[in-house]
């Protein structure tokens, strides 16, 4: 059974750079055609995506964010990581990792269970 | 503001029908044929219902069904039962320049 796991600090200090991990068993990133994703929910409001990764290292973000956004992937250690700078009070949010079959579907079918981080000094 | 439109909130009794609707516009929802829908309970991990419109994933119920007509997509769920109350969100793939979008969800009140 594929799982995922999010972990990093769950607070950061305004202007500084928010990183979290997301650990995959059960499944391996690189042995798949799947892509790996981020999505993020600020406390009582919506899903926002934030950006995918392939096993190959290829990359898409949310163009709202994309000067700030970074996600990376480690096949040796079956995680990928994002990393998102300068951060706000309004990037507090439960972050989520989750996979998806390509570039066009929307389909995040295995999530990770969250990871809160408030941004505050 | 959220990329694709829903309603704030709808309702049904045990038993009945209800539908989600979710409005987007030619480049996303209108455009391609992957739009997908999540429930989320309270607390809970978003839970995937629905994807490429009309396809349900295994261990979804056949009672959830999706569908789209032009630029909007709809979520019905037949049958109402008590834990289907929970958000619902839609999302489309946006095109090769903004990619994903999201619903701003739809809260489900089963009476």
């Known amino acids: 059974q594929l799982q995922l796991q999010e972990s990093g600090p769950g607070l950061v200090k305004p202007s500084e750079t928010l990183s979290l991990t997301c650990t995959v068993s059960g499944g391996s990133i690189s042995g798949s055609t799947y892509y790996w994703g981020w999505i993020r929910q600020p406390p009582e409001k919506g899903l926002e995506w934030l950006g995918s990764?392939?096993?190959?290292?290829?990359?898409y973000y949310n163009p709202s964010l994309k000067s700030r956004v970074t996600v990376s992937v480690d096949t040796s250690q079956n995680q990928f990581s994002l990393r998102l700078t300068y951060v706000t009070a309004a990037d507090t949010a439960v972050y989520y990792c989750?996979?998806?079959?390509?570039?066009?579907?929307?389909?995040?079918?295995?999530w990770g269970q969250g990871a809160l981080v408030a941004v505050s000094s | 503001q959220s990329a694709l439109t829903q309603p704030r909130s709808v309702s049904g009794s045990p038993g009945q029908s209800v539908t989600i609707s979710c409005t987007g516009t030619s480049s996303d929802v209108g455009g391609y044929n992957y739009v997908s829908w999540y429930q989320q309970h309270p607390g809970k991990t978003p839970k995937l219902m629905i994807y490429d419109v009309i396809k349900r994933p295994s261990g979804v119920p056949d009672r959830f069904s999706g569908s789209k007509s032009g630029n909007t997509a709809s979520l019905t769920i037949s049958g109402l039962q008590a834990d289907d109350e929970a958000d619902y969100y839609c999302?489309?793939?946006?095109?090769?320049?903004?990619?994903?979008?999201f619903g701003g969800g739809t809260k489900l009140t089963v009476l």
């Open positions: 989750a996979r998806h079959r390509s570039v066009l579907t929307v389909d995040f079918d295995y």
């Open positions: 999302c489309s793939y946006a095109g090769s320049s903004t990619h994903v979008v």
């Open positions: 990764i392939y096993h190959s290292g290829s990359t």
